[in-house]
């Protein structure tokens, strides 16, 4: 099965996006267009939209929630930093140095990371219940 993303472009698209996204291997499957309506209402069908919960995307048959492995990296990665003692504004730098993006391809800010914490402490149990964990935890230099 093949890895798909889904890119919200916020500004114009260039030239360099595509050259970029092509060197890490994407292939351009999709285009879609959307004209702003006079009245800068949203749709009605985005209003009562929800996102996936973060770890999960919709399946390719729409038919249910899949887990999106990117995303559970991520949630992983600020796991073992808050079991360690990092507060959110370190966690967000290092996300940002790493070049680690939000799912609107944005740079973290502490708020996106303090938004995931409810998040965190739902998914804890499958996160510890992972094979690698005892091994990961083991490495981790909690902060005194």
């Not at 079991?83 to 944005?106: C, F």
């Not at 998040?119 to 499958?126: A, G, Y």
Request: charged share 30%; proline share 8%; glycine share 4%.
């Amino acid at each position: 099965m093949a890895d798909r993303i889904r890119d919200i472009i916020a500004g114009p698209l260039t030239f360099d996006y595509f050259r970029q996204r092509t060197a890490k291997g994407w292939i351009v499957v999709a285009v879609e267009w959307r004209k702003p309506s006079a009245v800068d209402e949203p749709l009605a069908e985005e209003a009562d939209s929800q996102e996936p919960p973060y770890g999960q995307r919709i399946s390719l048959d729409c038919g249910h929630l899949v887990e999106d492995k990117l995303e559970v990296d991520m949630l992983l990665f600020i796991y073992e930093r808050v079991v360690s003692g990092w507060r959110p504004v370190e966690i967000a730098a290092e996300m940002n140095q790493r070049g680690y993006r939000t799912r609107r391809q944005l740079p973290w800010t502490p708020a996106e990371v303090f938004d995931l914490l409810p998040r965190l402490i739902e998914l804890s149990p499958k996160l510890q219940g992972r094979p690698d964990w005892p091994s990961r935890r083991a490495k981790l230099t909690v902060i005194a």
